[in-house]
């Protein structure tokens, strides 16, 4: 799976495409709190892209909305496919990131291949190990993949079911973690099928 990772302007122009139709979708439903009409609300990212995503320049911005009924200011961020939470990388780079550092055997070339620290990937594997292993997306995942991906490989066992081309598998996989990028929305996964 891993040789040289390249995920072109487009792709990430894609991601940002997605994130836009989810907004949009988003708007259209009232605050669950009060039932008023929820405005653009957008707040400021300030993403670290590694070596793996030049192409996310300008990712300044995280969709999101508030309410508009005064008194009620509610947030309502909506599920992303960019941001992978509260997560400071891009969630390409969170992916292919983990995915190098299972594929190779020296940390020095985790951090020459991807530009992120080996710290950083440890604990993102930690993550895709304990965690992830336990929420929604994976559950669900894990019920459409039979046999199960294996637990160890992740993320890698997730992305060669997904598609057999790396940008396609990781475009995939970010949609699949979207309901997990907001705790603002009840039904993130609701709003993601009805944008894409």
């Known amino acids: 799976m891993m040789g040289v990772i390249e995920l072109g302007r487009e792709f990430f122009e894609k991601l940002m495409e997605m994130d836009r139709a989810i907004v949009a979708r988003a708007a259209e439903e009232r ?3 009060c039932g008023g009409p929820l405005h653009r609300g957008d707040y400021p990212r300030k993403p670290r892209l590694g070596l793996l995503a030049l192409g996310a320049e300008g990712w300044e911005r995280r969709f999101s909305l508030c309410c508009g009924r005064d008194g009620c ?7 992303s ?18 995915a190098v550092a299972l594929a ?27 965690p992830f292993v336990a929420s929604a997306p994976f559950v669900d995942l894990s019920a459409r993949l039979v046999p199960a ?4 490989g992740l993320p890698t066992s997730l992305l060669d079911r997904l598609a057999s081309d790396l940008a396609a598998g990781v475009a ?5 973690l979207a309901p997990l990028t907001t705790a603002s929305s009840p039904d993130g996964s609701g709003w993601l099928r009805g944008a894409m």
């Open 81 to 98: 496919v960019r941001f992978l939470g509260r997560r400071v990388y891009v969630g390409a780079v969170v992916i292919l990131a983990s």
């Open 149 to 152: 991906p294996d637990r160890r």
């Open 104 to 130: 190779v055997v020296s940390a020095g070339a985790v951090v020459r291949a991807t530009g992120v620290p080996v710290l950083t990937t440890r604990r993102w594997l930690r993550w895709w190990r304990g």
């Open 172 to 176: 995939k996989l970010l949609a699949w």
């Open 73 to 79: 200011r509610h947030r309502a961020t909506p599920p």
């Open 31 to 33: 605050c669950r709190d």
